[in-house]
């Protein structure tokens, strides 16, 4: 029995760092942006959510893919 990945949606997410706790823990925000291909190089992913991370007056922590995908026999 063979199973496959089928991929279902990509999702960009951006992290920002929304300053600290009053004891000092990080506030860790994030802004999801859907309906990414499946396709999207690395480069070009990292260049679309770097633009969209200048708009915030947070500072961005980091970007991150994530990708969906129904197993399937």
Known sequence: MAAA???QTAV???FYN????P???LIRKS???RFIEQNATPANLQLALSSL??????????YEKIVTSE???
Do not use: N, W
């Open 18 to 21: 929304a300053g600290s706790t």
């Open 31 to 33: 802004q999801t942006y």
């Open 53 to 62: 991370g200048q708009l915030s007056a947070m500072t961005v922590m980091s």
């Open 12 to 14: 960009g997410k951006i």
């Open 23 to 25: 004891d000092g823990r």
């Open 5 to 7: 990945l089928e991929f």
């Open 71 to 73: 197993i399937t026999d």
